[in-house]
Structure formats: C-alpha cells, structure tokens
C-alpha cells in the first residue's frame, strides 16, 4: 500500500533522514521506533508532504505522491495524526471534527464519519461541544485521532501518540490504536515507547540516526537483547 522508497529528507542543509526504505502493507500496523532525534517524525512529515524529499520517492497505491502538495495528500488516503495533537483548543470537539473533512470530497460524507467516530470513541459524543483545549491529554488525543478517522482514510499516520502523557493516559492512548487496529485500519505509527508499541504492531523498524538499522516482527524486535537493553531497561 504505502512504499518508502530510499527516502533522505531533512530541513535546509541538514539531512535527518537517510536512504530509509519501509513498506506497510493494507491492513498491517507498523511501528518505526527508535529514540528522540532518530528522524521518526521527519518521516511522517515527508510522507505527508510538510518537508520535501531530498531523495528517492514515496507512493501510496502505486502512485507517486511525492511531488503532492501536503493539503492535498489526505486526498490520496493517507490521514496523519501530528505529535502533541496539534487541536484546536478553542474549537469544540465536534468543530475540531469537522476539520477532518475539511477537503472537498469528503464534506459529503460528515454525518457517516462523524457517526463512526462516535461510535468508535463515545466519550467524543459526550464532549461534543466541549473545548478541546480543556479536555485532559488522553481525551485530547481521541479527538485527534477522531479528526484523522473523519477523511475515511486508507492508512493513519501516528506521530508519537504517547508523547507527554502520564503513565495511566499511555496505557488509555495503546488501548485506542488496539481498538482502531480492530476496524481493521491499516496503521503506520512512530514512537518512542517501544514496548507498548510493539505490543500493538504487526511489524516494526528500527531507525537511529537516520538510518533504517533494523527490521522484523513485533516478536522478533521484543526478543532482540539489544534492542531489550537499548530500548525497553531490561
């Protein structure tokens, strides 16, 4: 389905990711993981067009869309879910909703996806006119995956979901993909917590300074010593 082929990409002379290649396949749910500064989240704003390739190609489905402007890449399938949420706090819940269909094709279909995410995330309907902006951070984070789910997408791009919550929200946000990964969705998720995540994941990819160091199932990683004594503390 989404193909990183031989990506470098970076910002102005610096180059913060290297010659990365990934593939996630349609119903797949895949983790890049590695420590803060690795380039992870350089590569979720390469595939959704926020930086330029410096190098190699991206598609999605067989089409290229690495020359694709970014307000246009939901158009192709691919929703991204940004790090620290990025709402709107001011807005209400159900207006930070309707963001998510913001693009043409999608206005149509508001009431079914906005009846789906309710029915994925009840709690999203009980705030519904709540300012997101005072929600708490797990509730905060639903909301923004909510307004990714709105477009229908084919695949959701994560962006450190756990980043800067509390132990006890950590463990609310893996339940949330858990119950994403059940609609079925295919997921490409990049995070610092690697043995939650690798709970939740079919396959994952080590990257470290930019560069792809180490690929293979969610087993096979949490059986790795190295990436046990690196990673996770034990």
């Known amino acids: 389905m989404l193909v990183i ?3 470098t990409a970076g910002y102005g002379d610096f180059t913060a990711l290297r010659n990365a290649s990934i593939e996630v396949k349609a119903g797949e749910a895949v983790a890049v ?10 590569l979720m704003r390469a595939i959704s067009g926020m930086i330029p390739l410096k190098g190699g190609t991206i598609t ?10 970014a307000h246009k890449i939901v158009e192709t399938g691919i929703a991204h879910v940004p790090e620290n949420r990025r709402l709107f706090a001011r807005m209400s819940v159900e207006e930070n909703l309707r963001v998510g269909c913001y693009a043409k094709p999608f206005r149509a279909a508001f009431d079914k996806r906005l009846e789906f995410v309710y029915e994925l995330f009840p709690r999203m309907k009980e705030r519904r006119n709540q300012l997101a902006g005072t929600m708490s951070g797990g509730e905060q984070q639903m909301c923004a995956i909510g307004r990714a789910l709105m477009s229908d997408p084919k695949i959701l791009l994560m962006d450190e979901p756990s980043a800067g ?23 490409l998720i990049v995070e610092q917590n690697v043995q939650q995540v690798l709970k939740v994941v079919d396959r994952a990819y080590l990257l470290e300074a930019g560069t792809i160091r180490h690929s293979g199932s969610s087993a096979e990683l949490l059986g790795s010593e190295d990436i046990r004594k690196a990673y996770i503390g034990v």
């Open 60 to 69: 999605m489905e067989g089409q290229s869309i690495s020359s694709i402007p």
């Open 33 to 42: 993981i590695g420590p803060n500064g690795a380039g992870k989240s350089t």
């Open 5 to 7: 082929d031989d990506v």
């Open 165 to 187: 919550l509390a132990p006890v929200i950590v463990q609310q946000v893996f339940e949330l993909i858990r119950r994403i990964r059940a609609e079925g969705l295919t997921v």
